[in-house]
């Protein structure tokens, strides 16, 4: 295997494992509110975003946080001719050549990307707690 690809699997293998501890230290943090009441909850997180009752008699807590940030915009780029290649890190490009961008990315603006995370706690006719859950693109637990 070329050194770039052990290198970037590497990196690629990291990543991953630590995107997965944090979700799943936060699914940890939010299972340990499982057999405290809803007014506990409540008292600890405030109001609710959403409370939906079931047909079952159970409710399901929700509480959503959102979040965003500038991120530099994602750029256009078209081909605007090639120049000759030659070997580089032991790999030749097709034909010898390679082509030649002219990007767009100092003329825009940056862009707005937008966090979520919805947790939900499920809670029985006794007030008390029996399931937790989460989803969204930013819900982690240091």
């Known amino acids: 295997m070329k050194p770039f690809i052990k290198?970037?699997?590497l990196?690629?293998?990291?990543?991953?494992?630590?995107?997965?501890?944090?979700?799943?230290k936060y699914q940890k943090k939010i299972d340990g509110w499982i057999g405290?009441?809803?007014?506990?909850?409540?008292?600890a997180w405030g109001e609710p975003?959403?409370?939906?009752?079931n047909v079952d008699g159970t409710r399901l807590i929700y509480f959503q946080m959102v979040d965003?940030?500038?991120?530099?915009?994602?750029?256009?780029?078209?081909?605007?001719?090639?120049?000759?290649?030659y070997l580089v890190m032991d790999y030749y490009l097709p034909f010898g050549k390679e082509a030649v961008y002219e990007s767009n990315a100092d003329k825009l603006p940056p862009r707005s990307v937008t966090y979520t995370c919805s947790t939900f706690f499920?809670?029985?006719g006794t007030g008390i707690i029996s399931r937790a859950g989460f989803y969204?693109?930013?819900?982690?637990?240091r």
């Open 68 to 85: 965003s940030e500038l991120a530099p915009a994602a750029p256009i780029q078209k081909v605007i001719g090639e120049k000759t290649h």
């Open 122 to 124: 499920e809670v029985g």
């Open 11 to 24: 990196v690629t293998l990291l990543l991953g494992i630590v995107s997965c501890a944090t979700e799943k």
């Open 136 to 141: 969204g693109n930013k819900c982690y637990s």
């Open 49 to 53: 975003t959403k409370v939906v009752k």
């Open 7 to 9: 290198v970037f699997s």
């Open 36 to 43: 405290f009441t809803d007014q506990e909850l409540e008292k």
